[in-house]
């Protein structure tokens, strides 16, 4: 079984795609795959499907979706040249309270990215930034689009799909820190900019953008980021930067517009990465 959900839902057996064209049918496909070799709740499943107004035959419909997935898999298990052992109730599985999907010895891009992502954080605590930024780089070019970028989503994969967006921007701003240690804050400053844009309240983000700017001889453009990330946080949220990014700030006020060891100093004595 191959599994994406870094981007739209694919789910494949033997090659021949699995995945449903009826909406509710894909919702549930994307929840079980989402957790792929985790029992999936039928609770779940309804809550996914009509929140908190289910109809009374919720828990027989989610029977009829499972029973066309297993539909759909046993046509691609009795695809296989080889001939499968595996039936459909051995890919999708029913236990006590719910269903499984069952990936065997298959592929999954989620766990590929974890694998690889995994990898470059521990390159990065061990001061190896250049494979740390080959690894994370690697990890993020799974990622097609948002996950689940096609499905319709209930509040369980709402929830799914915020939990890899953080995974996602935990690797993205490992692998911007690893490439600024290794000095390439020029060749940053484009994706950096587009980011600040997108993320307008995140600071670690704003942090990076700014030592891009500073080292880039950007001094101005760097302080101006400050009070824009500053001007965001108060009107939206009440709040004010951390402390480590308006020490960042003063660090740069004291210094000249060189991008000078005074602010890669500081850098190397601020966390401009979040804990991931």
């Not at 704003?206 to 500053?230: F, I, N, P, V």
């Not at 990014?245 to 003063?250: E, W």
């Amino acid at each position: 079984m191959h599994i994406e959900v870094l981007g739209t839902l694919a789910v494949s057996v033997n090659g021949i795609s699995v995945t449903p064209t009826a909406p509710k049918a894909r919702q549930v496909l994307a929840l079980l795959a989402v957790r792929a070799d985790q029992v999936v709740p039928v609770d779940s499943l309804v809550e996914e499907l009509w929140d908190t107004d289910p109809p009374r035959s919720a828990r027989t419909t989610i029977q009829t979706y499972v029973l066309h997935l297993r539909e759909l898999i046993t046509t691609a298990l009795e695809s296989s040249a080889e001939g499968e052992k595996r039936t459909a109730k051995d890919v999708l599985m029913t236990l006590p309270g719910g269903y499984l999907l069952h990936s065997g010895d298959g592929t999954s891009d989620v766990h590929e990215f974890e694998r690889l992502a995994g990898l470059g954080y521990r390159a990065m605590d061990a001061g190896d930034f250049a494979g740390a930024a080959r690894y994370l780089c690697e990890a993020l070019t799974l990622w097609s689009g948002p996950a689940l970028v096609d499905i319709q989503a209930g509040k369980q994969l709402e929830t799914e799909t915020r939990r890899l967006e953080e995974t996602r921007l935990c690797a993205l701003d490992q692998r911007i820190e690893a490439e600024l240690r290794l000095g390439q804050h020029r060749s940053l400053l484009a994706e950096l900019t587009v980011l600040v844009r997108r993320y307008p309240t995140h600071e670690t983000l704003c942090g990076q953008y700014m030592l891009a700017l500073h080292r880039s001889g950007r001094r101005g453009e760097a302080l101006d980021a400050y009070q824009r990330l500053r001007a965001t946080l108060v009107r939206s949220m009440g709040l004010e930067p951390s402390a480590w990014l308006r020490k960042l700030q003063r660090s740069i006020l004291l210094t000249g517009s060189d991008g000078g060891r005074a602010a890669r100093d500081e850098h190397h004595g601020v966390p401009l990465s979040t804990v991931c």
